[in-house]
């Protein structure tokens, strides 16, 4: 009607919304503690309060380097309430490469988990003018807590919403060097009803959150479930056992996995007795879940639904359960809620029609703002109000998605994204490599592993180890080469371009 003000969405202020529904139901579970949705908000409220102190406005950026627990959780959402930019950090990162994302993001704030002390002094010295404050676990100090104790619960006066930045999540590129995806309070919200109405996510759920929240696929279904109401089990580290006594203990319904934490929970489960009655689903994505495991879960009554998912999309892209289509398993499902999928041409950029490999774009409410301080590469991705993937796929004739490859130079081992040309990058300024070409190979246990082919300088000794640990020196340890492979020179096309599908062919899984 005329004259009505729009409706604005804050992220922050839809938390109020669920605590005016559900105020005494159990939202978050973790670290031997137990919050109610209005316990939670009262917290929230008291480090908005504290925030506010700082001098911190809207626009401005917070870094979060804290494990899936109620500080991450309880920093975020007081945040959003103030229009604070949240930048969640992948604390397995090196302290460079930390320090990096810290800088390139110009944070004002970093929130971090005692845990992490030692990885923050190390890059201390480069974050000049930077306000530090620990998130402790022990009983006897915990700054955190410190700040907010007797601090003000009422709410603060909202100053963003709709299309405006809310969350920073950093992936990379071709260049190897991280880009800060911006995602706004409406790219959450139409996430999270996308999720909602595509497959089964109930009030009633509980929910374990153990996917890391750096990564979206960790971080989304955090939306979710207090959109619908449901209980977070936050699990600040995968163990497998773990995971089958807090389902049994807690009468857990659901997760979201990867592969490598499914094909471990299934070993596990073999040599344990668990009562996992309450488990209707679990979610899968990262990379594409094996049938046999798909299989193996059904044999022990527990569905398994598979996500593809992407950053710049707030997340998940398409679902395949089921109930969908149970011989579409090969598939990843179909567009979430209110998604629009398009499968183009790579060069004319034109609809392809069913069946026809090309490129997937995506469009609707879940896509991103662009590249942080990234124009350039923001025009690349973002053209007519489309999002364009690099990724290879194709809709069948009866609306599935088939993924073909996932940007094709992705290594996804464990769940965990290793960029090629990051890896390429390092090992390109050993004095002793004259050129390198990283792939991924598979991997029994982690799904897919890095594997460098090196040509050597002239005269040089450098072996297998030496190339290895030079990695480990450079980047996190996840993302070291597993195997080198030394060869007299690189495969090339007629324009010099490094024909990686070649070496791909070749190459043997590396156990």
Same mark, same amino acid.
């Given at each position: 009607?005329?004259?009505?003000?729009?409706?604005?969405?804050?992220?922050?202020?839809?938390?109020?919304?669920?605590?005016?529904?559900?105020?005494?139901?159990?939202?978050?579970?973790?670290?031997?503690?137990?919050?109610?949705?209005?316990?939670?908000?009262?917290?929230?409220?008291?480090?908005?309060?504290?925030?506010?102190?700082?001098?911190?406005?809207?626009?401005?950026?917070?870094?979060?380097?804290?494990?899936?627990?109620?500080?991450?959780?309880?920093?975020?959402?007081?945040?959003?309430?103030?229009? /604070?930019?949240?930048?969640?950090?992948?604390?397995?990162? =090196?302290?460079?490469?930390?320090? *990096?994302?810290?800088?390139?993001? $110009?944070?004002?704030?970093?929130?971090?988990?005692? @845990?992490?002390?030692?990885?923050?002094?190390?890059?201390?010295?480069?974050? @000049?003018?930077?306000?530090?404050?620990?998130?402790?676990?022990?009983?006897?100090?915990? &700054?955190?807590?410190?700040?907010?104790?007797?601090?003000?619960?009422? %709410?603060?006066?909202?100053?963003?919403?709709?299309?405006?930045?809310?969350?920073?999540?950093?992936?990379?590129?071709?260049?190897?060097?991280?880009?800060?995806?911006?995602?706004?309070?409406?790219?959450?919200?139409?996430?999270?009803? +996308?999720?909602?109405?595509?497959?089964?996510?109930?009030?009633?759920?509980?929910?374990? =959150?153990?996917?890391?929240?750096?990564?979206?696929?960790?971080?989304?279904?955090? /939306?979710?479930?207090?959109?619908?109401?449901?209980?977070?089990?936050?699990? $600040?580290?995968?163990?497998?056992?773990?995971?089958?006594?807090?389902?049994?203990?807690?009468?857990?319904?659901?997760?979201?996995?990867?592969?490598?934490?499914? #094909?471990?929970?299934?070993?596990?489960?073999?040599?344990?007795?668990?009562?996992? @009655?309450?488990?209707?689903?679990?979610?899968?994505?990262?990379?594409?879940?094996?049938?046999?495991?798909?299989?193996? *879960?059904?044999?022990?009554?527990? =569905?398994?639904?598979?996500?593809?998912?992407?950053?710049?999309?707030?997340?998940?892209?398409?679902?395949?359960?089921?109930?969908?289509?149970?011989?579409?398993?090969?598939?990843? +499902?179909? &567009?979430?809620?209110?998604?629009?999928? !398009?499968?183009?041409?790579?060069?004319?950029?034109? %609809?392809?029609? #069913?069946?026809?490999?090309?490129?997937?774009?995506?469009?609707?409410?879940?896509?991103?703002?662009?590249?942080?301080?990234?124009? $350039?590469?923001?025009?690349?991705?973002?053209?007519?109000?489309?999002?364009? @993937? +690099?990724?290879?796929?194709?809709?069948?004739?009866?609306?599935?998605?088939?993924?073909?490859?996932?940007?094709?130079?992705?290594?996804?081992?464990?769940?965990?994204?290793?960029? =090629? #040309?990051?890896?390429?990058?390092?090992?390109?300024?050993?004095?002793?490599?004259?050129?390198?070409?990283?792939?991924?190979?598979?991997? $029994?246990?982690?799904?897919?592993?890095?594997?460098?082919?090196?040509?050597?300088?002239?005269?040089?000794?450098?072996?297998?180890?030496?190339? /290895?640990?030079?990695?480990?020196?450079?980047?996190?340890?996840?993302?070291?080469?597993?195997?080198?492979?030394?060869?007299?020179?690189? &495969?090339?096309?007629?324009?010099?371009? /490094?024909?990686?599908?070649?070496? !791909?062919?070749?190459?043997?899984?590396?156990?």
């Amino acid at each position: 009607m005329k004259g009505m003000d729009k409706m604005n969405i804050n992220i922050g202020e839809m938390f109020l919304n669920r605590v005016q529904l559900t105020p005494n139901k159990e939202a978050f579970i973790g670290n031997n503690k137990r919050y109610t949705y209005k316990e939670m908000n009262d917290q929230i409220n008291q480090f908005a309060d504290y925030l506010q102190d700082t001098g911190l406005q809207a626009g401005d950026r917070m870094a979060l380097v804290c494990k899936n627990n109620e500080y991450f959780i309880t920093a975020f959402f007081a945040a959003a309430k103030l229009g /604070i930019i949240t930048v969640p950090v992948n604390w397995r990162l =090196s302290p460079p490469e930390m320090a *990096y994302i810290l800088g390139n993001a $110009e944070v004002s704030l970093v929130v971090y988990d005692e @845990s992490f002390r030692n990885v923050i002094e190390t890059i201390q010295g480069e974050l @000049s003018g930077v306000t530090l404050l620990e998130a402790g676990t022990s009983l006897d100090e915990n &700054p955190f807590l410190e700040t907010i104790t007797k601090r003000e619960k009422l %709410e603060p006066k909202n100053t963003t919403a709709n299309d405006d930045t809310i969350l920073i999540m950093y992936t990379s590129g071709t260049t190897g060097k991280p880009k800060g995806a911006m995602i706004s309070h409406e790219n959450l919200y139409g996430a999270s009803v +996308g999720m909602s109405h595509i497959i089964d996510w109930w009030h009633d759920d509980i929910f374990i =959150s153990v996917a890391p929240f750096y990564h979206i696929g960790g971080f989304a279904p955090i /939306i979710t479930n207090f959109h619908n109401g449901c209980t977070s089990i936050l699990m $600040e580290d995968f163990d497998p056992v773990t995971v089958w006594k807090t389902i049994e203990d807690e009468k857990v319904t659901t997760m979201m996995t990867v592969p490598a934490m499914l #094909a471990f929970m299934l070993k596990a489960i073999k040599q344990m007795k668990a009562d996992y @009655s309450s488990v209707r689903n679990f979610t899968c994505g990262a990379s594409p879940v094996p049938k046999q495991l798909i299989e193996a *879960y059904a044999q022990i009554g527990i =569905s398994i639904q598979q996500v593809y998912g992407i950053t710049e999309y707030t997340g998940a892209v398409s679902f395949w359960k089921k109930a969908l289509d149970e011989t579409k398993g090969d598939s990843m +499902g179909k &567009p979430v809620f209110q998604g629009k999928l !398009k499968i183009v041409d790579m060069n004319t950029k034109e %609809e392809l029609n #069913a069946g026809e490999d090309g490129e997937i774009i995506l469009a609707g409410p879940q896509v991103f703002n662009g590249y942080w301080n990234n124009e $350039e590469e923001s025009r690349k991705v973002l053209q007519d109000g489309w999002y364009y @993937s +690099g990724d290879i796929g194709r809709v069948d004739k009866d609306g599935f998605l088939h993924v073909i490859d996932r940007a094709k130079d992705i290594i996804i081992s464990g769940g965990e994204n290793i960029y =090629s #040309a990051e890896l390429e990058s390092i090992l390109s300024t050993h004095p002793d490599i004259e050129e390198v070409a990283v792939i991924g190979v598979p991997n $029994e246990k982690w799904g897919e592993v890095p594997k460098a082919y090196v040509v050597k300088s002239s005269e040089s000794a450098i072996d297998e180890e030496s190339v /290895i640990d030079y990695c480990k020196q450079h980047l996190a340890s996840y993302k070291a080469i597993k195997q080198v492979e030394f060869i007299d020179q690189l &495969p090339r096309n007629a324009v010099g371009k /490094i024909l990686k599908h070649t070496l !791909k062919d070749n190459a043997k899984e590396v156990h």
